[in-house]
């Protein structure tokens, strides 16, 4: 494991796995960051499915998992995430708003994703992962290219600008088609709101179930210009 002392040191470092490891498979690029970071990297995952978690566990038996719990979620999210803290080897660590709902609307006022979306997830999304994050060097998502335009260009590994981190996305070359098959071949828990017309999972008042022909996560913030929620 190298010694990480510097910002610029992180950034070096996730500049050359972004050349280096393009092509590589999602363990040896998640394998290279448990080298390069040893236990100093996590996963955040929307529990849509455990592939991820899945492959981390592989590589890091332990490895901690970020579930942003933002008191919006469907209940089959929450059973996802407690069925894979049940049945893999890793560490669920479940984040939370500064505020509660409760509180949010008291400060905000009532539906307040309905009035600035934006400001929504930054409160009960960005700004609690930003602060987990700060124990990490490195965190890794389950980001795809073929999931939507704003995503065509991901990298595999990448310098996070905004948390000054190295950012690790080691399905984004894979297609659905990958995905149905990883899951298949290896016993995989999937939310089952993916077999109920939902093409991507977010908070229940911003994620609808996808009409024919449209892309996975249009049901996301449908009837707005707001197409991420600023983790990413």
């Not at 998640?30 to 990297?41: I, K, M, R, Y």
């Not at 803290?85 to 509660?100: E, F, G, H, W, Y």
């Not at 298949?184 to 996808?210: F, H, K, M, Q």
Request: proline share 5%; aromatic share 6%; charged share 25%.
């Amino acid at each position: 494991m190298v010694a990480l002392s510097t910002r610029e040191e992180l950034k070096t470092i996730a500049e050359r796995g972004g050349r280096e490891l393009e092509g590589a498979s999602a363990l040896e690029i998640l394998s290279w960051a448990d080298e390069q970071f040893g236990p100093s990297w996590a996963v955040a995952s929307s529990m849509a499915d455990a592939v991820v978690p899945s492959l981390a566990a592989k590589v890091r038996p332990g490895v901690d998992i970020l579930f942003l719990d933002t008191g919006y979620h469907f209940a089959e999210t929450i059973g996802t995430r407690d069925a894979v803290a049940a049945t893999l080897p890793v560490n669920i660590r479940t984040l939370t708003a500064k505020q509660s709902v409760e509180e949010q609307d008291a400060s905000f006022g009532a539906r307040l994703y309905e009035r600035n979306p934006d400001q929504c997830c930054a409160l009960r999304k960005v700004m609690p992962l930003r602060k987990a994050l700060k124990d990490y060097s490195a965190w890794a998502s389950g980001l795809r290219r073929d999931e939507a335009p704003t995503r065509k260009d991901v990298r595999v590994v990448e310098w996070d600008e905004q948390r000054s981190m190295v950012k690790l996305n080691p399905i984004a070359a894979w297609n659905q088609d990958d995905v149905d098959r990883y899951i298949a071949e290896n016993g995989i828990l999937v939310n089952p709101l993916l077999s109920d017309g939902y093409g991507s999972i977010g908070c229940w008042p911003c994620t609808r179930r996808l009409k024919p022909g449209e892309d996975a996560r249009a049901g996301r913030w449908s009837g707005t210009n707001k197409v991420e929620c600023g983790l990413h």
